[in-house]
């Protein structure tokens, strides 16, 4: 069965750093892209960035170059998304999501979430 | 970019409804268009990918159609689990996969 597991809630404050993780298992890890999406509070799904693990080929959306990083550990089948310098901003809601081979390559698993709150 | 625009931002059905819902993106994008299902705390769910094609598990009453620029996703007969936010996306333009900004589907 194809999962993607991740990393726990988060609390940070403003100016902080912090890596989230998005583990995969039931599939070949390295075969297929990860993307990571965010979703504010109230707000609907923007497209962050992808990685393909198996050379860790990594493409990020306009609007997030720069302010993340994302990485992946194929060793260990997992995806990071990390920050640098945390904001406000940051709240929201973080899915990582398999990009499937078939067809459009739509994302055809998800993680179950991960919330960020950034409040000092 | 590839902008993506949906319509009715949201809308109001009763069990058995026939719903429809339009996405059109601002340039072509031949059939690379997927719709997802989100349901409120949980995470998106795929429905529809390549415009028209049906992933496996989801139910029969969904359907997609259009190619280019102009989409739909129709539930023929709209029952009490599909409430819940609808978003298309893009998949023909890398790395920004763009979303459309939601149809929420609620009880009339």
């Known amino acids: 069965e194809v999962q993607l597991v991740q990393s726990g809630a988060e609390v940070k404050k403003p100016g902080e750093s912090l890596k989230i993780s998005c583990k995969g298992s039931?599939?070949?890890?390295?075969?297929?892209?990860i993307g990571w999406v965010r979703q504010m509070p109230g707000k609907g799904l923007e497209w962050m960035g992808i990685?393909?693990?198996?050379?860790?080929?990594?493409r990020y959306s306009p609007s997030f170059q720069g302010q993340v990083t994302i990485s992946a550990d194929k060793s260990i089948s997992t995806a990071y998304l990390q920050w640098s310098s945390l904001k406000a901003s940051d709240t929201a809601m973080y899915y990582c999501?398999?990009?499937?081979?078939?067809?459009?390559?739509?994302?055809?698993?998800w993680g179950q979430g991960t919330l960020v709150t950034v409040s000092s | 970019d590839i902008q993506m625009t949906q319509s009715p931002s949201s809308l109001s059905a009763s069990v058995g409804d026939r719903v429809t819902i339009t996405c059109r993106a601002s340039?072509?994008?031949?059939?690379?268009l997927n719709w997802y299902q989100q349901k409120p705390g949980k995470a998106p769910r795929l429905l529809i990918y390549?415009?028209?094609s049906l992933q496996s598990g989801v139910p029969s009453r969904f359907s997609g159609s259009g190619s280019g620029t102009d989409f739909t996703l129709t539930i023929s007969s709209l029952q009490p689990e599909d409430f819940a936010t609808y978003y298309c996306?893009?998949?023909?333009?890398?790395?920004?996969?763009?979303f459309g900004p939601g149809t929420k589907v609620d009880i009339k």
């Open positions: 990685i393909y693990p198996g050379d860790s080929d990594t």
């Open positions: 996306q893009q998949s023909y333009s890398s790395p920004h996969f763009t």
């Open positions: 340039q072509s994008i031949s059939s690379y």
């Open positions: 999501a398999r990009r499937s081979g078939f067809g459009s390559s739509p994302s055809d698993y």
């Open positions: 390549a415009a028209s």
């Open positions: 039931g599939y070949r890890f390295t075969n297929y892209w």
